[in-house]
């Protein structure tokens, strides 16, 4: 062990679905056989830590519950089993905490879609405390000398938001839509895409504009708010349609208006997760215009580690506003109001 590790710790615990949020001092967890513990030093906040507290999607959380997955810090002990891991790396704390590693599913790297998944934040205890454990073979390797409040956000919003443009099959010089642009997948999802050499076209609200516009600086913007036929304004900003659509908005609107201004031929991609929403999309037209309609999940370690190499080279960088662990229930309510440009990023030793 490299460091004084306390006894016990500063946390964030969901009491119950949709109860009381508490920033109390729990145990010092001790990492199993194949466990790493970090001293988390920054967590970001990902809209799904709000239906993780809320309990409101298809699938049960494990509460009472320390939330978050989005954790960068450094490793400062380790069970008996853990290879290739060195006290003092830098290590991220991400959704997938384990997965089975032996259905077909992550036989085909597919660890996501394992039946078997553990959840960070959700089934599992997760980021939101000074010290967390994770599983030696999910966890996430950061590069060392990267700032790890600017690396916590990569660690989902970064990983989802560069699987799905991967998912897309958009190709350079190709227009895709990002729908939900100004938020925290949004705003690097836009960047994976300029530095994948995509043509970019953000959709959000008329508040983040400016931000989507010049800070991160799409081709064309399209403001839900204002626009009275979003779906013809799309289709004229891109000359008929972007290729693909990422939805990284928390709307089913959104949504399924994707379905109706991707390009014919293009794929829309699934990857916000708006609590009991369904996607409406005519088949007719989805046959006579041969659309895909597809989901992307986080993704694997070989996409945290590209999403990772993309951030360490300056090519993505994560606007991020930092406030303390105890701020989680606020930094909710500001989010769920849209207030949010970028990611807030908590520091675990305020
Ligand atoms: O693996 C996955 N599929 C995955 C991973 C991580 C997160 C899915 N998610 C899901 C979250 O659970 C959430 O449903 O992605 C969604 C977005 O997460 P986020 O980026 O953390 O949320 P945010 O920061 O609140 O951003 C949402 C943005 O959508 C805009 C908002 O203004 C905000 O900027 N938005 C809304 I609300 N309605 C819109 C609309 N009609 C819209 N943008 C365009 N059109
Ligand atoms: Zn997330």
């Not at 799904?48 to 978050?68: F, H, M, N, Q, S």
């Not at 839509?177 to 995509?198: C, E, H, N, P």
């Not at 009275?228 to 949504?255: F, R």
Request: net charge negative.
């Amino acid at each position: 062990m490299s460091e004084d590790i306390p006894k016990t710790q500063k946390a964030v615990v969901y009491a119950s679905d949709a109860g009381k949020i508490e920033y109390k001092e729990i145990p010092v967890p001790t990492p199993g056989p194949n466990e790493l513990l970090i001293h988390v030093k920054y967590t970001g906040v990902c809209h799904t830590d709000i239906d993780a507290w809320r309990g409101d999607w298809p699938l049960p959380t494990e509460k009472p519950l320390v939330g978050g997955h989005e954790g960068a810090g450094v490793v400062v002990g380790m069970g008996r089993d853990v290879q290739y891991w060195n006290i003092g790396d830098y290590a991220g704390i991400k959704w997938l905490y384990s997965c089975c590693m032996q259905c077909e599913f992550c036989e085909e790297m597919a660890e996501p879609n394992c039946p078997h998944a553990v959840l960070s934040g959700y089934t599992h205890n997760g980021s939101f405390q000074q010290y967390a454990v994770a599983d030696a073979t999910q966890a996430a390797r950061i590069p060392k000398g990267v700032d790890l409040a600017e690396a916590a956000p990569i660690l989902c919003a970064g990983v989802t938001a560069y699987t799905a443009l991967k998912t897309t099959g958009v190709i350079a010089g190709q227009w895709v839509g990002i729908s939900g642009a100004g938020g925290g997948l949004g705003s690097v999802a836009v960047q994976y895409a300029k530095a994948m050499g995509f043509r970019v076209l953000g959709i959000d609200s008329g508040e983040k504009k400016d931000y989507v516009t010049n800070d991160l600086g799409v081709d064309a913007f399209i403001d839900f708010t204002t626009e009275k036929d979003v779906v013809a304004a799309v289709k004229n900003a891109t000359d008929g349609g972007p290729h693909g659509v990422i939805n990284v908005s928390t709307s089913n609107t959104a949504i399924n208006q994707s379905t109706e201004y991707v390009r014919t031929l293009g794929v829309v991609v699934l990857v916000g997760l708006p609590a009991g929403s369904k996607v409406v999309a005519s088949v007719f037209d989805s046959v006579v215009r041969s659309i895909q309609i597809r989901g992307s999940y986080v993704g694997n370690r070989r996409d945290t580690a590209e999403a990772l190499d993309f951030f360490a080279r300056g090519l993505v960088k994560c606007p991020i506003k930092i406030g303390k662990l105890r701020d989680v229930e606020e930094v909710f309510k500001l989010m769920e109001a849209g207030k949010i440009n970028g990611r807030y990023v908590l520091d675990t030793s305020k």
